[in-house]
């Protein structure tokens, strides 16, 4: 029913910047949980950053607040990942996703981590980093 495909990964010096796409294919009318997560070697899947459609809430994981902006096409529903200032640490497998709205979440309240439980996911993107 969905269809997700991140692009826009690469490598980049510290203190560069980089805009990830995550094109959407799917029904634009329904509403849906989307973010975006990493994923290091040796190291469990990461929120990076989520939206509600229909709502104007997006929530970030603390190291990249104020420094990444997650947006959305209202028309389309493409997802998009805006990362400024990056450092190695941000270095990882970048992957988009989306649930259908009815039953899920973007934060998880109790943890007031991001959820990573998702319907559909991309292939993922890959981000690197070099000092």
């Known amino acids: 029913q969905v269809h997700l495909q991140e692009s826009g990964g690469g490598s980049v010096q510290t203190g560069g910047s980089l805009r990830l796409s995550c094109a959407f294919s799917?029904?634009?009318?329904?509403?849906?949980?989307m973010g975006w997560f990493r994923q290091v070697p040796g190291k469990k899947r990461e929120g990076v950053a989520g939206?509600?459609?229909?709502?104007?809430?997006?929530y970030y994981i603390d190291s990249v607040r104020g420094r990444f902006t997650i947006s959305r096409d209202i028309v389309t529903n493409d997802l998009y990942l805006e990362m400024n200032n990056l450092t190695p640490n941000d270095t990882a497998m970048y992957y988009c996703?989306?649930?259908?709205?009815?039953?899920?979440?973007?934060?998880?309240?109790?943890?007031?981590?991001?959820?990573?439980?998702?319907?559909?996911w991309g292939q993922g993107t890959q981000v690197t980093v070099s000092s």
């Open positions: 939206l509600r459609t229909g709502s104007g809430e997006t």
């Open positions: 799917g029904d634009t009318r329904n509403n849906y949980c």
């Open positions: 996703a989306a649930s259908q709205s009815a039953g899920c979440a973007v934060l998880d309240a109790p943890s007031r981590t991001l959820v990573n439980k998702y319907t559909y």
